[in-house]
């Protein structure tokens, strides 16, 4: 059973930027099997969507969305995974959770708020 633990929500004004970080109680760095780190975010009244991802071999993946604003990143010796988020709009808000998919399952974290004030 992975843990994610997600930490860097808080409150910024519009254009502004934040930072969040996963970190997995295992290991993110598996070569030979599939394992991919995943953002995904809830706004209030809204599905979950599919943010960023990143791949074992580093390849990356963004919604169009954030595509040019976002950047996600990972550092495997601290099985941690970033979300840098530039230039952040008020549609931005929502509760962000990082997701690794492994071994055909899904693991969640708890989520961290991300509040874009106009």
């Known amino acids: 059973q992975v843990q994610l633990v997600e930490s860097g929500g808080g409150l910024v004004p519009a254009g502004g930027s934040l930072k969040l970080a996963c970190v997995a109680s295992?290991?993110?760095?598996?070569?030979?099997?599939?394992?991919?780190m995943n953002w995904y975010r809830q706004a209030p009244g809204k599905q979950r969507e599919f943010v960023a991802s990143?791949?074992?071999?580093?390849?990356?993946n963004y919604a169009n969305s954030v595509k040019g604003r976002f950047t996600i990143s990972r550092d495997n010796a601290k099985n941690t995974v970033y979300l840098q988020m530039d230039t952040l709009k008020p549609e931005d808000t929502a509760v962000y959770y990082c997701n690794n998919y492994r071994g055909s399952t899904d693991y969640w974290g708890q989520g961290t708020q991300v509040t874009v004030s106009s």
């Open positions: 295992e290991s993110i760095f598996t070569p030979f099997s599939i394992n991919v």
């Open positions: 990143i791949t074992t071999a580093g390849t990356t």
